[in-house]
């Protein structure tokens, strides 16, 4: 089902590219883990639904609202898994990042059940995000 999985993960990043919330929140599984790198304060594993949106709106509020991922490339499908080179970028009054990066979604039942991402520069994602 590797082209189905595709189709429900480029959906998931078309709604978030338009902010979108309500697409994104069908497309989340209710028991997502999402697993955020880095040493930052938005950093870990975040279960359920709930936690997942309560850390993007964190990100959102934390960047003044500019928070923005898109994709780079066509997205890539393995199974139940789906790869997407991303770039993301966020600014505030005093700091502003831009950077690549790698999402990886499982997908089960048609819902996103696991994301892992890989920054291109957790240093810097890490200064720019903060304690």
């Not at 497309?27 to 309560?54: C, M, T, Y």
């Not at 999402?103 to 089960?108: E, G, M, N, T």
């Amino acid at each position: 089902m590797t082209s189905k999985h595709v189709d429900i993960a480029s959906e998931y990043f078309q709604a978030v590219q338009k902010g979108d919330l309500a697409k994104v929140g069908e497309l989340l599984a209710e028991e997502i883990v999402w697993h955020q790198p880095g040493a930052n304060r938005f950093s870990g594993e975040h279960k359920g639904r709930d936690a997942v949106f309560a850390m993007l709106g964190g990100m959102m509020e934390a960047s003044q609202g500019s928070f923005a991922i898109d994709t780079v490339h066509t997205l890539m499908g393995n199974g139940d898994m789906v790869a997407a080179s991303i770039h993301f970028a966020g600014r505030r009054d005093d700091a502003s990042m831009s950077m690549d990066g790698v999402d990886v979604l499982r997908l089960k039942d048609d819902k996103i059940v696991e994301m892992w991402l890989f920054s291109g520069d957790q240093v810097a994602e890490d200064a720019f995000w903060g304690q």
